[in-house]
C-alpha cells in the first residue's frame, strides 16, 4: 500500500511540474523507491548523476531538494535551491520558484518542518503566512521547525503565533517560542514570558528567563518594575535581575535582600550585579561582603569594588591578600584587585 501511495504522490508531483521526459520519471521513480526505504545516500547519487546529464531539468532539480528536506539536510536543500534558481530561474529571486513554499503543505511532517527552516533561512518573509499556520501542525516537531523559523524570518508579525506558541502542549515547543521572542526583541511579549516562569518544566521557565533578560534592554521596563510586587518570588527574581542589567536603581532594595537572606546560589549573582550597577551607595554593603563566611559572595565583593573603583578599600584588598586561612584563589584576586586600585588612586605633587 505505501508504494501504491507513493506511486500517487510521484504522479502528482509529475503531474505539477509539467512536461516530463520518460528517463526523468524512471530516474525520480528510482528515487522515490530508494527514500521509501531510507537509502537517502543511493537516491542522491542517482539524481546528482541525472542532474550533471541534464542540469536545466526542473522536476530533477526540485526532486534534489525535497530529498534533502526528507533527509534532514535543511542546510544542502537551501543550497540545492539557490542552484537552481541560479541555474532555472537565472537569477531571479528565491520567491519565483515555490518548491519550498509548497513544501510546507507536503503530507510528509519531516519536509513540512524542515521546509519552513529552509524558508527562514532564505528570509522569505512573503511566506510568513503559511509557516505560521503550521505553529498548530499536528506533529509536534513540525510546529517547533515552524517556532523556530519564525523566529529567524525577524517578521513583526510573527510576534502573535509565537506568544500562542508559549501554550502549546510540547514543551520544547514552549521553550523555543519564548527564545524565538527574545529574538524579536518585541516588549509585547513580556507579560507572556513572565507567566511562563509557572511552567512545570525547567528548561521552559530558564528559555523564558533569558527571553526577559534580553528584552529588558529594550528601555521600556514598566512591565519588569511592576513584578517587582508580584506575590511570586519567581516573577520578582527575574524581574529584579533584569532591571538591574540596565542599572535600574528600583532593584537595589531586593538584591540587597537577596545579599543577606536569599539561596546560597542567588547570594554571589546579587553581589555580582551590585558592582555592575556601579552605584557609589551600595560601597559599604559591598566591602562588608568582604567578610561574608561564603567564599563565592567575597569573589563577587573584591570584583564589585573593582567596579566601583573603591580606592577606600586597598588596604583591607592587601589584608586579605595575605591573610592566613583564606581561599587561595580569593588572596590572588585581592591582590591583583588592591593593584588595579592603587593605579587610579589620584598622585599627590610635592
Not at 519565483?96 to 519552513?116: E, F, H, T, V, Y
Not at 514552549?174 to 516588549?187: F, K, M, N, P
Not at 523564558?208 to 508580584?230: C, D, F, H, S
Request: glycine share 4%; with cysteine.
Amino acid at each position: 500500500m505505501r508504494f501504491i501511495h507513493l506511486s500517487i504522490l510521484s504522479f502528482i508531483f509529475l503531474s505539477f511540474i509539467g512536461c516530463v521526459s520518460k528517463k526523468e520519471k524512471e530516474t525520480i521513480a528510482t528515487v522515490d523507491s530508494l527514500v521509501q526505504v531510507r537509502e537517502f545516500e543511493k537516491a542522491l547519487n542517482i539524481l546528482t548523476s541525472a542532474i550533471h546529464e541534464s542540469p536545466k531539468s526542473k522536476p530533477l532539480q526540485r526532486r534534489r531538494i525535497t530529498l534533502f528536506l526528507k533527509a534532514d539536510r535543511v542546510d544542502l536543500a537551501v543550497a540545492a535551491y539557490r542552484e537552481f534558481v541560479q541555474v532555472i530561474s537565472k537569477g531571479k529571486s528565491p520567491s519565483q520558484d515555490a518548491i519550498l513554499r509548497d513544501s510546507l503543505r507536503d503530507k510528509d511532517p519531516m519536509i513540512r518542518g524542515n521546509a519552513a527552516r529552509a524558508l527562514s533561512t532564505l528570509s522569505d518573509s512573503d511566506a510568513f503566512s503559511s509557516i505560521a499556520k503550521l505553529v498548530k501542525d499536528p506533529e509536534n516537531e513540525v510546529r517547533r521547525s515552524a517556532v523556530y523559523a519564525l523566529g529567524d524570518l525577524k517578521d513583526d508579525r510573527a510576534v502573535e503565533p509565537l506568544i500562542e506558541a508559549l501554550k502549546d502542549s510540547w514543551w520544547f515547543v514552549r521553550s523555543d517560542a519564548a527564545q524565538a521572542l527574545g529574538r524579536l526583541r518585541d516588549v509585547k511579549a513580556v507579560p507572556p514570558l513572565f507567566l511562563l516562569l509557572e511552567d512545570p518544566d525547567a528548561q521552559v521557565q530558564h528559555a523564558a528567563t533569558n527571553a526577559l533578560l534580553t528584552l529588558v534592554k529594550e528601555n521600556k521596563p514598566e512591565e519588569y518594575l511592576a513584578q517587582l510586587k508580584n506575590s511570586n518570588p519567581k516573577h520578582v527574581e527575574v524581574a529584579t535581575f533584569s532591571l538591574a542589567t540596565i542599572r535600574n536603581r528600583e532593584s537595589l532594595p531586593q538584591l540587597l535582600v537577596y545579599l543577606s537572606t536569599g539561596r546560597a546560589e542567588i547570594r554571589p549573582l546579587a553581589m555580582r550585579v551590585i558592582g555592575q550597577m556601579q552605584d557609589s551607595n551600595t560601597i559599604s554593603v559591598v566591602r562588608q561582603g568582604l567578610q561574608d563566611k561564603d567564599p563565592a559572595v567575597r569573589h563577587e565583593a573584591i570584583i564589585a569594588l573593582v567596579e566601583l573603583q573603591d580606592t577606600g578599600s586597598i588596604e583591607t584588598l592587601k589584608s586579605m591578600a595575605t591573610k592566613g586561612g583564606e581561599d587561595q584563589v580569593i588572596r590572588q584576586l585581592a591582590a591583583r584587585a588592591a593593584d588595579r586600585l592603587f593605579k587610579i588612586v589620584p598622585t599627590v605633587k610635592p
